[in-house]
């Protein structure tokens, strides 16, 4: 049996045949989405940016432990869209990208949460398109926090970004096209019809 990655990830509650067969085969195979995308440059830019690119995760799961401290998190959460084309249909849509530092409790001052919170900023407002993902990238707010747990007490700061971006979705039309019926009105027009002409298109055999 063929492995399905969608099926593994979603615990078999959607697969790649599935979504083949609810849309008539226009799917070839699962693509990322584009939030994938963006989610992944955005955490490749940022291991470019520390001293150890292994602390940075695309993961919204907060540290357990001392020893995962410090850590970077790169996560995606709410998104409005907007029709912003009819045909093609085009979307915009902007997403709330959020980046959390996470350090120990006792290491993060207030100058120092700046100074870092400053360097990701410019980071991204280098490069608002994100590699060509995105219409623009803006910083929406900007959050320091104290996390206390059962295992572990670190300091939080979170930067929050909207990022505007646009997708375009095609109609999927079945290819049953059998004939092409053609009219003319030769010139000079007179709203009458002088030729028609009727083509018969090979029919298509087997699945």
């Known amino acids: 049996m063929v492995p399905d990655a969608l099926a593994d990830l979603t615990g078999g509650l959607f697969s790649a045949e599935s979504l083949q067969i609810a849309t008539g085969g226009g799917l070839s195979g699962v693509a990322p989405h584009q939030r994938t995308l963006i989610r ?12 150890d690119g ?3 995760e695309g993961s919204r799961q907060l540290p357990i432990t001392d020893t995962e401290l410090p ?14 084309n009819r045909s093609p249909l085009r979307v915009q ?3 709330e990208l959020v980046i959390d530092v996470c350090v120990s409790k006792h290491l993060f001052l207030d100058d120092q949460a700046d100074a870092v919170g400053n360097a990701i900023e410019q980071l991204l407002m280098q490069d608002p398109s994100l590699g060509g993902l995105a219409v623009d990238t803006i910083i929406a707010r900007t959050d320091k926090a104290k996390v206390e747990t059962t ?22 039309v079945p290819d049953n096209l059998e004939q092409i019926a053609a009219r003319m009105d030769i010139s000079p027009p007179d709203q009458q019809i002088d030729s028609e002409d009727l083509v018969e298109l090979p029919v298509k055999e087997g699945p």
């Open 40 to 51: 992944d440059y955005v955490v490749a830019k940022m291991r470019g940016l520390v001293l």
């Open 54 to 56: 292994d602390r940075v």
């Open 71 to 84: 850590k970077v998190l790169v996560y995606t959460m709410s998104e409005a869209a907007e029709e912003w």
């Open 93 to 95: 849509r902007t997403l």
């Open 151 to 172: 295992s572990v007490d670190l300091a939080l700061l979170r930067l929050t970004f909207s990022v505007i971006y646009q997708t375009e979705h095609v109609e999927l």
